[in-house]
């Protein structure tokens, strides 16, 4: 996995010339070069309030899509649906292709956890403090909910206010379409490549302790933006993820292909789980989500 690293390009000319009248000040002096330096933090600022502002107004997200899940072995691609509410619940449920049966359900809540193996009766439930894997590398319900609807998060807050702001860096010198807004704490590395036109966030790749065994990283991409309201919704999503589970490698990618996005808001946050169903270790979380 490779670091991100900053690269801040600084230049000083010194030159003085003389006149008959006395000596030319030289224009980079300290007063200049702190004024240059303060120009780029306030257009560095203003890059991320616009990204920050292509946030959606909208409180529900809900769609159909197609499901598609590669882990190098296996590859499976079946019809779902995507309900999510803000600050509240994200929902993925999975179909049986043709039938339309209910096979799978995972649903995030600001609480816990909640994943339904509909085929065997099983199912996991625990808050995400008793979940490793995720508490581990900051993953909570928020960073999930801001990469689902395509924006900004910083670890451990509900939201983004305008006073946070100061706490991302952007790289203005980087070359393409795209810039990237980067934030940095502790083992976590985030990076989100916004548009320089649109600031409209494209990729999203979050890092976690590099060269060391529990290594792992996270990228999100955004494609087929359409209009929602007055913004703009990537109905084409996909992540990769690299990490280690059961002390082995998993690489696994999952794409959302998604269908009719709507503002639907006539359905319940909440899942409730059958008597039947047969209570599975949370240790077995990302075993059962990754097979």
């Not at 306030?42 to 890059?47: A, D, G, I, M």
């Not at 995720?134 to 801001?146: D, E, H, I, K, P």
Request: hydrophobic share 40%; charged share 25%.
């Amino acid at each position: 996995m490779k670091r991100i690293v900053y690269i801040f390009l600084c230049a000083a000319v010194l030159a003085a010339c003389g006149t008959k009248k006395g000596v030319v000040k030289d224009p980079k002096t300290p007063t200049n070069i702190a004024n240059g330096e303060q120009g780029q933090e306030q257009e560095k600022l203003r890059f991320v309030q616009k990204v920050s502002d292509q946030a959606l107004y909208q409180q529900n997200v809900v769609s159909k899509m197609t499901f598609t899940m590669n882990t190098g072995k296996k590859k499976i691609s079946v019809p779902a649906s995507l309900h999510m509410r803000k600050d509240d619940v994200i929902r993925i449920q999975l179909f049986v292709p043709i039938i339309g049966t209910e096979v799978g359900r995972l649903e995030f809540t600001k609480d816990y956890v909640l994943i339904i193996d509909r085929l065997h009766k099983q199912y996991i439930k625990a808050d995400y403090s008793k979940i490793d894997f995720l508490q581990n590398r900051g993953v909570g319900f928020y960073v999930l909910q801001a990469l689902f609807w395509n924006q900004l998060f910083i670890p451990g807050a509900k939201k983004v206010g305008e006073e946070q702001l100061s706490q991302y860096d952007v790289d203005l010198k980087f070359a393409g379409t795209t810039l990237p807004v980067l934030l940095r704490q502790r083992k976590m590395l985030f990076s989100w490549a916004a548009d320089k036109s649109s600031a409209l966030i494209k990729e999203t790749t979050i890092t976690y302790a590099e060269n060391t065994p529990e290594a792992a990283s996270l990228t999100w991409t955004y494609d087929e933006f359409r209009a929602f309201g007055s913004k703009q919704y990537p109905h084409r999503q996909e992540l990769h993820l690299k990490a280690v589970a059961n002390k082995q490698q998993k690489d696994v990618t999952v794409t959302f292909d998604m269908n009719g996005v709507s503002a639907d808001k006539d359905w319940e946050p909440r899942t409730t789980v059958s008597d039947r169903y047969k209570a599975v270790d949370v240790k077995d979380v990302l075993k059962t989500l990754l097979q």
